[in-house]
């Protein structure tokens, strides 16, 4: 792509995409040369999103009210050739689904798999995810970069659970050599990883509390990241992406 063409570039998600538009708010994201659009829908809403015929399309109308709210610009569907590069982000790929229990068997003998057992436990993960299926196909024609849901938050998630759950004492190269066997099984369909930024990590396999939605907005929410978190997945997704069309 030349260097002076704006990129047509669109986030995909669920609630994780509100993290994302919460740093374009707070105008922690430049978008030189990018022209940003956001598609989805929240909540159970986002399992009405269905890919069919290369494209995908809300499919109840509760899908529908979601996706007007999520996009202004009136888009009804969603197919490759519609934007230059993709961000998936969240879209019910939890990283801590997969990464907390690998991390755990580094500290505790009893719950330690090995190589050929975590792979199939990471195939399974992924294949199981019917959006991470949906990125391949769209990894077809256009670059695809998928940024799975964070840690659980700390400091929200309760002690007891922490406790019976999470190695915090696990190591961030322990977690970086996870998270590269993650990106060499998506470059495999052809898909870019956004692993979790390191910066963002605590106690093992947490998100620090300065990365966390807002406690007060929704009590005891676990999940969902603020906008400081969501501007350090778009800068790089938005990088990876211009580095990536410039060279193509």
């Known amino acids: 792509m030349p260097l002076?063409?704006?990129?047509?570039?669109?986030?995909?998600?669920d609630?994780?995409?509100?993290?994302v538009k919460n740093a374009l708010a707070e105008k922690t994201v430049a978008l030189d040369g990018v022209s940003l659009e956001f598609w989805g829908a929240a909540g159970p809403s986002f399992?009405?999103?269905?890919?069919?015929?290369?494209?995908?399309?809300?499919?109840?109308?509760?899908?529908?009210?979601?996706?007007a709210l999520i996009n202004p610009q009136?888009?009804?569907?969603?197919?490759?050739?519609?934007?230059?590069?993709?961000?998936?982000?969240g879209c019910r790929l939890r990283a801590a689904e997969f990464l907390v229990?690998?991390?755990?068997?580094y500290a505790e003998p009893a719950a330690f798999v090995t190589s050929a057992l975590r792979a199939l436990m990471l195939q399974r993960w992924l294949e199981?995810?019917?959006?991470?299926?949906?990125?391949?196909?769209?990894?077809?024609?256009?670059?695809?970069?998928?940024?799975?849901?964070?840690?659980?938050?700390?400091?929200?998630?309760?002690?007891?659970?922490?406790?019976?759950?999470?190695?915090?004492?696990a190591t961030a190269q322990q977690r970086a050599d996870l998270w590269a066997e993650?990106?060499?099984?998506?470059?495999?369909?052809?898909?870019?990883?956004?692993?979790?930024?390191?910066?963002?990590?605590t106690r093992g396999a947490l998100t620090h509390i300065d990365y966390a939605a807002d406690p007060q907005a929704v009590e005891g929410d676990t999940v969902h990241k603020n906008a400081a978190y969501g501007a350090l997945i778009l800068n790089a997704a938005l990088s990876r992406a211009q580095a990536h069309l410039v060279a193509a």
Do not use: W
């Open 101 to 105: 229990p690998v991390l755990r068997g």
């Open 4 to 13: 002076d063409k704006t990129m047509r570039f669109c986030v995909y998600g």
């Open 15 to 19: 609630s994780h995409i509100a993290c």
């Open 47 to 67: 399992r009405d999103l269905r890919f069919v015929e290369g494209r995908i399309e809300p499919t109840t109308p509760e899908a529908q009210a979601h996706l």
């Open 128 to 169: 199981g995810c019917r959006s991470y299926r949906v990125a391949r196909e769209f990894a077809k024609e256009r670059p695809v970069f998928f940024a799975p849901a964070g840690f659980l938050n700390d400091q929200i998630l309760t002690e007891e659970e922490v406790e019976a759950t999470v190695n915090t004492e």
């Open 182 to 201: 993650i990106g060499a099984a998506m470059a495999k369909g052809g898909v870019h990883l956004i692993p979790q930024p390191e910066e963002t990590v």
């Open 74 to 89: 009136g888009r009804s569907c969603l197919a490759p050739p519609d934007f230059d590069a993709y961000l998936f982000m």
